[in-house]
């Protein structure tokens, strides 16, 4: 076992016996700090393990900033699909835990996609590995897909390998259209066969993004070619909105008619922003003020199976919940 | 039986099968080798059917185990002697399409390739291709996480399946969706193998077809020089739609099966599929062939229409019945490992070949590192099974050691939970136990399948000591 991980083992092993909860923490950019719980950093556990660009896979220890990797991956012109957004100091080991996916997701798939194994700790210390490099692997129930998401409640991720792709030029048009208009093209595109890498709606624009070689775009009425800019100010989506108005990220069915209050519509329609003071009446819909705070909208039944995981996991609650 | 009373009494007549005639056809799934009488045959018609039989069988402590269309090559759906097989094949209907949205809702039933045909009106397809899609069905696809010859560049089931509806035990419905926060329990729930629920509803999700595709076929001349080309492609930046090779003996045996024009003096050949837009196909089919030029292929030809594309298709997708022609069983493994361990891989193949005195033919999903082994076996030949399966759980071990995995898209089933055991280590193999009771409390869903006990993996590693003969058979399979 490598000497960082011995030593986090040896931190989980000590909060057990001390009735100690601990937050796990990457680059402390995302989920804020808890009082009641002790940190538990991985910044210093980082680092590349492996990258064979012909195989396609890299493998990084959870506490590798974001912009590493992803700086390693351009100098061989290969990427991370999934596109994580980038909240400054961003690590893999907390992108993985909060499942973040960029723009590209409804053509390119999300995080969990690309995950094809993870080393972790468990609540009693002990170290254990699942899956592997294999870009197919059916051999045992697929942990390392499951865990992405848990926000560190249930395992301490250590170390993971990732399915990478190759690099592709990208351009993105505009045209300016209603919203509900842009809704239904971006539907209907999404079924052609552009190579489509994006497709929103902000500011009163339709933005599509195709990868690759393609038909001539700009001979279409409206149609304009802009830089890849939007793609950034959507991923993270941070916008200024006035005192007393929230911002709800709804996920629904891609082709819902417009929504009230909607600022944004990401990921091909599946995504809409709101920016209101109360929250929308839909059944996905998270408030999202940068806390990542969970949804909370599970019924009983799944409630009761996400305990169960948890136990088998964290039998001694070690670590911090949901 | 009670319990079969209790299903008679709850079910339409037609759908409990009891006896042993009717019973024959489910006695096993793809892997023949394997059979078991169970003690019934539920066929619902329903998703409440379903519900009633699951309760039923809850009540009489007796194990489920759940079938699609019986294509597994892994054993997941072999019957228990004191256990019913719930065969969901009447659950056949495609219950939505939205071609704007490009989903499809199905029942577990719906085979395969019935939900590209119903779609392509629309221009659209399901991606995930298992060689056996004429056949299997959409619910044991998600159950086995199945991948195809396409997954390289579109995914396995898991990337492609957007929410499922699944029983548990007591009959009771949950559902797993993309959208849910937290926890991804639906990618849990792909290649579970039949233990953690019965899946009665999948959406899933649909893609434009691609505009154009063209096949490159490469001769070469020596392995190595073939597994280095996959690289190269790889390397440059091409996603290939199918990246397939196959070694001297495949080759052959397909070129005698489906006389394709394959050239059968190839030590390796490679068919390697690109697809999408037009103007991409054709700048990717050229970079492509100047590519495995420069790698060493000494022959290469680009299919000019769907015609010469279909055709060069067909030996390499007729492989296994090609090479079970030269056998009366062939027994097929499905290993996955580094590509840059392939040259290795296939001399220690021909090394235990030779060992075990079996013959053996390779085909190998290039992209993804996923190697069919066939073995060569009479099971009327005293030994010969026991022979291949030992051969076959040494290959697998050597797919472990090279830092590869046991299965790629077949499933564990019963026939791999010895190479689990190699694979995984006792802290790991709990925590499947643990998230199987999770799930199911009772230990009724496909007891003894996918996930070995303790136990008997103790038992394996004493016998490991031994290891060269070892008398699997003898093993109580649980």
Redesign the interface.
Known sequence: MEQTVKLLAEQIQQARHENQTLQIVGGNSKVPLNDTAQVLSIQEHSGILSYEPAELVITARAGTRLQELQQVLAEKKQMLAFEPPEYGNSTIGGTYACALTGPARPFRGKLRDYVLGTKLLDGQGRALSFGGKMIKNVAGYDVSRMLAGSKGSMALVTELSLKVVPLVEEVTYRIEMPECEAIVLMNQLAGTSLPLSGAAYYGGYFYYRVMGAHPKQTNRVGVEAVDNQVWQTLNPFRPKLPPGQKLWRLDVESTTPCIDGTIAVGMCGSRRWVASEHKPEHPYVTLWDERFLPRHNDGLGVQKIKQGLKKVFDPYHVFQDL | MQVVQALQQALPNTSVLTSEEACRPYECDALSAYREKPLAVVLPENIDQVKRVLQICKAHQTPVITRGSGTGLAGGALPLKEGIVLGLSKLNKILKI?????IAVVEPGVRNIQVTQAVEP???YYAPDPSSQIACSIGGNVA??S?GVH??KY??T??NVTSIRVLNMAG???V?D????????L??L???EGL?GVIVEIKLKLL????AAQLVMAAFSCVKACAEAV??V??E???PAGLEMMDRFSIQAAEDFAKVGYPTDAQALLLCEVD??H??VQ?DAQRVAEILTGQGAYQIRVSQNERERTALWQGRKNAFPAVGRYSPDYYCMDG?????QLAYVLEEIAKLSQKYDLRVANVF?A????LHPLILYDANQPGQLQRTEAFGCDILNLCVDV??????????GVE?LN??CH???G??LE??H??K???DDTGLLNPGK??PTLHRCAELGQMHVHKGQLPFAHLERF
């Not at chain 2, 993309?178 to 329990?185: C, R």
């Not at chain 2, 434009?208 to 505009?211: N, R, V």
């Not at chain 2, 992209?367 to 996923?370: A, E, K, Y």
């Open positions: 939205d071609p704007l949205q490009r629309f221009g659209l086995e996480n991948g997954c390289l995914g396995l898991v990337h009771e419905e949950y797993f993309e959208k849910d926060d937290g926890i991804d329990l990618a849990l792909n290649g579970s953690l434009p077809k691609p505009e690289t190269a790889l390397q930046g091409i996603i999408g837009s103007d991409q700048v996955t490992i580094p590509r840059s999903h992209g993804d590192g996923n830092g590869g995995t046991i299965t790629g898209e077949h499933g564990v791999k190479s689990m694979q995984y280590q802290d790991e925590i499947f643990g998230i009771a999770v799930f996918a996930v």
